[in-house]
């Protein structure tokens, strides 16, 4: 079946820094969204890239279904950017996310 | 605004007990209404998707049985049975498939269950 391999597992950054998320995916992807899991336990849309890339706010992502990944930039990283971040990859043909195991990401001060 | 509401939020389930969920649809411009678990390895999982009133599925997975019911076009529920681990289920919609952008998947704040 699908698969999507995200990384890292963890990531602490300190105030201010940034680093980027990566998916992988097994098979050739028709869509990513992209994903954050808030303290209420509410998953919030990122984004949903079909092809390119998107930016909103200290936030950029990338998708490119030929070479199969994803991407997901933070710069100028603030506290509340903490909490686990999750990849999902679409299969248009049968309505089908599949996630990847997300990333926990932790701001320090 | 929200787009889904989901209930209950939480839910404690004595061991062999079943448990009703229900998830209401708050704009129609997004159909395609499905059931995901989220187990406690935080792993999150697609289970159904059913656009039509009348739709019903069944599956059975590690740790739970589930059936999954389209009511009416604007509810959609989700029985768990047999469950022996906790989870969380989501509700999501989206618009029809095809065209740019149809595919967008919105989540509703999910039902949390824990076995006692």
């Known amino acids: 079946g699908d698969q999507v391999e995200q990384s890292p597992s963890a990531l602490s950054l300190h105030e201010g820094t940034g680093s980027a998320l990566r998916c992988n995916f097994t098979?050739?992807?028709?869509?990513v969204q992209w994903f954050r899991k808030n303290s209420r336990g509410s998953l919030i849309n990122l984004f949903y890239?079909?092809?390119g890339t998107k930016e909103n706010g200290r936030l950029k992502s990338a998708f490119d279904s030929k070479e199969r990944y994803s991407t997901l930039h933070i710069r100028d990283a603030q506290l509340e950017d903490s909490g686990t971040y999750f990849c999902?990859?679409?299969?248009?043909?049968?309505?089908?996310?599949?996630f990847g195991d997300g990333t926990v990401l932790t701001v320090k001060p | 605004v929200t787009l889904l509401e989901q209930n209950p939020r939480w839910r404690l389930v004595p061991r062999g007990q079943a448990v009703n969920l229900r998830c209401i649809l708050k704009?129609?411009?997004?159909?395609?209404m499905s059931w995901y678990q989220q187990d406690l390895q935080k792993q999150l999982q697609w289970l159904f998707t059913?656009?039509?009133?009348?739709?019903?599925?069944v599956k059975s997975l590690p740790g739970a049985d589930y059936l999954a019911t389209r009511v009416t076009d604007t509810e959609l529920r989700l029985q768990v049975a047999n469950m022996s681990q906790g989870r969380t289920l989501y509700c999501t919609c989206?618009?029809?498939?095809?065209?740019?952008?149809?595919?967008?998947?919105?989540f509703g704040e999910g039902s949390k269950l824990t076995v006692l």
């Open positions: 890239l079909a092809s």
């Open positions: 999902a990859a679409l299969n248009t043909n049968t309505g089908k996310l599949t």
């Open positions: 098979t050739t992807m028709r869509a």
């Open positions: 989206s618009a029809a498939l095809g065209g740019p952008n149809t595919g967008q998947l919105y």
């Open positions: 704009n129609s411009q997004y159909p395609w």
């Open positions: 059913l656009r039509s009133p009348g739709d019903k599925e």
